[in-house]
């Protein structure tokens, strides 16, 4: 029974911050890559950021210095901070849950986010 579970999304001002989270249950938490993903109207989707058992995060250029993802292992959560937000932002956000080893890929149900100017 996989569950990943985002909240915090919503509507926000360009310039304006949001706290994305996610909490995940049913896996081994500590071993696996969490990343959140997002998908814009018409585009297609894009890791926005990911974090590895190791604690080691990658992000896309186009978030990198405005976005910080981390983790609660204790929490089975992960987060994404977001800050600055631009409109070219406005997405729905997934949580993703995947380990190789262990045979893992699970999604959120995503979490809209809208950034207006």
């Known amino acids: 029974q996989v569950q990943l579970v985002e909240s915090g999304g919503g509507l926000v001002q360009a310039g304006g911050s949001l706290r994305l989270s996610c909490a995940a249950s049913?896996?081994?938490?500590?071993?696996?890559?969490m990343g959140w993903y997002r998908q814009a109207p018409g585009k297609q989707r894009e890791l926005v950021a990911r974090?590895?058992?190791?604690?080691?995060?990658t992000y896309a250029d186009s978030v990198k210095g405005r976005f910080t993802i981390s983790r609660d292992n204790a929490k089975n959560s992960v987060y994404l901070q977001m800050n600055s937000l631009k409109p070219e932002d406005t997405a729905v956000y997934y949580c993703?849950?995947?380990?190789?080893?262990?045979?893992?890929?699970?999604w959120g149900q995503g979490t809209q986010v809208t950034v207006s100017s």
């Open positions: 993703n849950a995947y380990s190789y080893a262990l045979g893992y890929d699970y």
């Open positions: 049913g896996v081994i938490f500590s071993r696996v890559t």
């Open positions: 974090i590895m058992p190791s604690y080691t995060t």
